[in-house]
């Protein structure tokens, strides 16, 4: 059952990834094309998710934003898991001053409410998806170096490290070849489940115009823009907020799933 309801996911999960991928395509319209004459115009047969404000077809913003919006997320998760992981198992197999130092930036970090810290190092690097991207890195990487740490401690003194590192083996072998393949389902979980808090943060930033640009198709931002025709013209908002909902939803299920999955496998071994 559990490995059923994986496959399903993951291919809600590849659906949602090939659209974002292939959104310039699939798009009817100029997600760019300024038509007044459009202006806040209802959802109708040319326009099925209607337009906003400036009358550009919703749908088509929508379908542009994914790649944005969903890859960008994508990008610091990969980014923050690779740097925090690295970071992580080597201070604890080193110890000493390196583990102390990781230590006490993580306490310096978790002192702040994370997406208020990345406001603050977004508001100092200046708007721009890119900026947007490193300050929610800046803000991620220590709990993922966090968790590395501790999945690393509790090998350390496996019978198989202190028989790689009697025989000579170089912390990078002994890394590659046996501390990652130890943590890594339980990072990869991590991982999985952290995207969907990634999107919305990196959405919430650009709602506060703190990430994405004008007049660049991404879903926060297209939803600050339209907050003030909330009453009047819904759709313009509605369905940008859907979006979120749903991608958040399937990356959330999709995690669950693959954690249910390698527990069932761990139990078995």
């Given at each position: 059952?559990?490995?059923?309801?994986?496959?399903?996911?993951?291919?809600l999960?590849?659906a949602?990834?090939?659209?974002a991928?292939?959104?310039?395509?699939?798009?009817?319209?100029?997600?760019?094309?300024?038509?007044?004459?459009?202006?806040?115009?209802?959802?109708?047969?040319?326009?099925?998710?209607g337009?906003?404000?400036?009358g550009?077809?919703?749908?088509?913003?929508?379908?542009?934003?994914?790649?944005?919006?969903?890859?960008?997320?994508?990008?610091?998760?990969?980014?923050?898991?690779?740097?925090?992981?690295l970071?992580?198992?080597?201070a604890a197999l080193?110890?000493?001053i390196?583990?102390k130092?990781?230590?006490?930036?993580n306490?310096?970090?978790?002192?702040?409410?994370?997406?208020?810290l990345?406001?603050?190092?977004?508001?100092?690097?200046?708007?721009?998806?890119r900026?947007?991207?490193?300050?929610?890195?800046?803000?991620q990487?220590t709990?993922?170096?966090?968790?590395?740490?501790?999945?690393?401690?509790?090998?350390?003194?496996?019978?198989y490290?202190?028989?790689a590192?009697?025989?000579?083996?170089?912390?990078?072998s002994?890394?590659?070849h046996?501390?990652?393949?130890?943590i890594?389902p339980?990072?990869?979980?991590?991982?999985?489940?952290?995207?969907?808090?990634?999107?919305?943060?990196?959405?919430?930033l650009?709602?506060l115009?703190?990430?994405?640009?004008?007049p660049?198709?991404?879903?926060?931002?297209?939803m600050?823009d339209?907050?003030?025709?909330?009453?009047t013209?819904p759709?313009?908002?509605?369905?940008?907020?859907?979006?979120l909902?749903?991608?958040v939803?399937?990356?959330?299920?999709f995690?669950?799933?693959?954690?249910?999955?390698?527990?069932v496998?761990?139990?078995?071994i």
């Open positions: 059952m559990t490995s059923n309801r994986l496959i399903f996911f993951s291919v999960l590849l949602v990834l090939l659209v991928l292939l959104g310039d395509n699939l798009a009817p319209h100029d997600p760019y094309l300024v038509d007044m004459k459009l202006s806040l115009q209802k959802p109708c047969s040319d326009y099925s998710l337009c906003d404000n400036l550009r077809c919703i749908l088509s913003r929508l379908l542009y934003g994914a790649k944005a919006t969903i890859f960008s997320a994508v990008a610091v998760v990969i980014i923050v898991f690779s740097i925090g992981t970071i992580g198992t080597v080193k110890g000493g390196a583990d130092i990781l230590m006490k930036i306490v310096i970090f978790q002192a702040f409410p994370s997406f208020v990345a406001m603050a190092i977004a508001g100092i690097l200046g708007a721009g998806l900026n947007g991207i490193i300050s929610i890195c800046i803000v990487w709990k993922y170096a966090r968790m590395a740490r501790s999945y690393t401690l509790e090998i350390r003194n496996r019978e490290l202190q028989s590192t009697i025989s000579g083996a170089g912390a990078f002994i890394i590659v046996h501390v990652l393949p130890n890594f339980k990072m990869l979980i991590m991982a999985t489940m952290d995207v969907s808090s990634v999107v919305l943060s990196l959405a919430g650009s709602f115009g703190l990430s994405a640009k004008h660049t198709a991404e879903w926060g931002l297209m600050s339209s907050r003030m025709y909330l009453q013209a759709w313009t908002v509605f369905f940008s907020g859907v979006a909902f749903v991608v939803l399937i990356f959330n299920l995690a669950e799933s693959l954690r249910d999955v390698m527990d496998k761990g139990q078995k």
